[in-house]
Nanobody, 115 residues
Framework: QVQLAESGGGLVQPGGSLRLSCAASGSMFSIYNMGWYRQAPGKDRELVARITSGGSTIYADSVKGRFTISRDNAKNTVYLQMNSLKPEDTAVYYC?????????WGQGTQVTVSS
């Protein structure tokens, strides 16, 4: 059983920055691939970024060059640094870890980009 807790969302103006954090329970954090997803109103949940246990990363085309995913295994935490935010980044952001064909999700954190 893994529990995920996101934090760091909020209201920010276009062009601003936010850093999301996802704290995971358990002692096996370092071996898991971790991901950030988002879901905007009326849209499907989509992958934003993923980081492997070895530190390799992938990003959605829409966030490349603006978002950075990272992890701190000593703190059981994965981060999403979001820069140059746009109104279309507005969504609920979820942390995800797939373990043995099962997806664990956090409760989500709201990010709103608006002037």
């Amino acid at each position: 059983q893994v529990q995920l807790a996101e934090s760091g969302g909020g209201l920010v103006q276009p062009g601003g920055s936010l850093r999301l954090s996802c704290a995971a329970s358990g002692s096996m954090f370092s071996i898991y691939n971790m991901g950030w997803y988002r879901q905007a109103p009326g849209k499907d949940r989509e992958l934003v970024a993923r980081i492997t246990s070895g530190g390799s990363t992938i990003y959605a085309d829409s966030v490349k060059g603006r978002f950075t995913i990272s992890r701190d295994n000593a703190k059981n935490t994965v981060y999403l640094q979001m820069n140059s935010l746009k109104p279309e980044d507005t969504a609920v952001y979820y942390c995800n870890v797939p373990i043995l064909n099962y997806d664990y999700w956090g409760q989500g954190t709201q990010v709103t980009v608006s002037s």
